[in-house]
């Protein structure tokens, strides 16, 4: 008997990968989670994100960040363990920047908290010169996000970069940290967030359907 972490409830393992990677959360919980496992080119860039941001994540990780559970900070990443090690096996992790305040006042750090089950080399290379939380920001002020992060003095920026990050939502903090690295011509340069803005899914109304097979037919009657 295994207890999720999340709601604490007790369950079994069910499949023999369990006894490999046991799983952290139960059965619910973890289907509650909107897995996508999504790769996209994003500006030329190549990103990789597992989940929706959808209502089960970001109570998750409000858990995890503002009422300080650290005991879910594995909870995301567990079951990508070994494929996520293997695949960037060469990448220096590269962590999203956040204010040192911040740090001190949680007393962990939850990106290294997150990504540090990957075993690879971790580096901050960023900070922000103020305190500056991306969510509350509306429309314009966004954009200042370019003005907030900044390149630490006299880092050496390594060759294979993953960029890391937890959420990406508008993407104003991953463009804020690619302008600042490609100057620096890195041999490569990719991204991993757990979690990204659902996909806009376009409704087709029945109407437009119809009338796409009406004319269709039409076209192919008189053609
Ligand atoms: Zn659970």
Redesign the pocket.
């Known amino acids: 008997m295994r207890i999720?972490k999340?709601?604490f409830?007790g369950f079994e393992t069910q499949h023999l990968w369990h006894l490999i990677r046991p799983p952290l959360?139960?059965r619910?919980?973890y289907e509650q989670l909107e897995w996508h496992h999504r790769i996209e080119n994003w500006h030329g860039i190549k990103i990789e994100s597992l989940l929706d941001y959808g209502p089960t994540f970001q109570k998750m990780i409000y858990q995890l960040k503002a009422n300080l559970d650290i005991e879910l900070a594995p909870v995301f990443l567990n079951q990508h363990v070994p494929y996520l090690k293997l695949k960037y096996s060469q990448f220096t992790l590269v962590l999203a920047p956040t204010h040192e305040h911040d740090i001190t006042l949680r007393g962990f750090h939850p990106l290294i908290e997150i990504y540090q089950s990957l075993n690879l080399p971790m580096m901050t290379l960023f900070e922000k010169n103020r305190p500056y939380r991306q969510a509350e920001q509306h429309g314009s002020d966004r954009q200042q996000i370019q003005n907030v992060i900044i390149l630490k003095k006299g880092v050496t920026i390594p060759q294979q970069i993953l960029l890391v990050d937890d959420v990406m939502t508008t993407g104003e903090t991953i463009k804020a940290m690619i302008n600042l690295l490609k100057p620096r011509r890195p041999q490569q340069l990719k991204i991993l967030v757990l979690a990204r803005k659902k996909q806009e899914k376009i409704e087709i109304t029945t109407d437009i359907k119809n009338d796409k097979i009406r004319n269709w037919k039409q076209q192919t009657w008189h053609g």
């Open positions: 999720c999340y709601c409830r959360l139960c619910t919980c």
